[in-house]
């Protein structure tokens, strides 16, 4: 099994309710059933579907755009022969979760846990104590993977990074997720190497700015990456999966991780 897992992004086409929904149900889910498969044939460890063309994002999805995504993402599950996840933005974790334990979900990504944080799609406050709670009313082994200082968004309040990497872990995060400032850009290699030291068992997650040709030095210090862009046609991020790009990247960072192992 791979130690340090490549997670693919399956990213919706705008849903009903959602600003830019222009495409049929049949399209959205075709285009997803691409990017699926695509990920799957490439060697792709595990997906994330996510509602990503619902842009601007906010922090109550429709009931039509949930119903939406719930249709799509259990034809994904029946199809699936990887490990998927649950992204619906932004922060919707109580839908996240019931999304996740209908179609037996590995994961979901929560962007604000343990922080309060500010952005286009206005404030989100720390929902780790409704989520566990949400989680005990409802139990499911689905993991809750956690991000720190959550790309596209402001804190509230300073708050050094020690401290919600700790309140993270108490609070339940079975992983925890960096990213750069925005969508592309990577997170800090000092960021990672920090987080790093004030976790043990908590797997780091890099969540942007991943490609095949930073991947070696950044899989050095993280535990696994969630990759967008760079497995898209021509390395953008709106438009479908490319196979061949998921398989070259696959193979390099393979070949990254054989380099790791024989020197330990």
Known sequence: MVKKPVIGMIHLLPLPGSPHHKNSMKEIESAALHDLHALENGGANAAIIENFGDIPYTTQVSVVTFAAMCSIATKIAERASIPLG????????EYEWA????????????????ENRAGAH??????????????????SETMIFADINAKHTTPLTNQPISLSVKEAIECGADALIL???????NPCIEDIVEVKELTSDTPILLGSGINMANAAKYYESADGAIIGSSLKEDGDVFKRIDESRVKFFMKAVGSCQSYAKSQS
């Open 179 to 185: 990213t750069g400032t925005r969508t592309g850009v």
């Open 86 to 93: 649950i992204n619906i933005q932004y922060n919707c974790v």
């Open 122 to 139: 206005g404030v989100v406050y720390a929902t780790a104590a409704e989520l566990m709670r949400l989680k005990a009313l409802y139990p």
């Open 99 to 114: 999304l996740a334990c209908a179609i037996g979900a590995k994961f979901i990504r929560v962007e604000a846990f343990v």
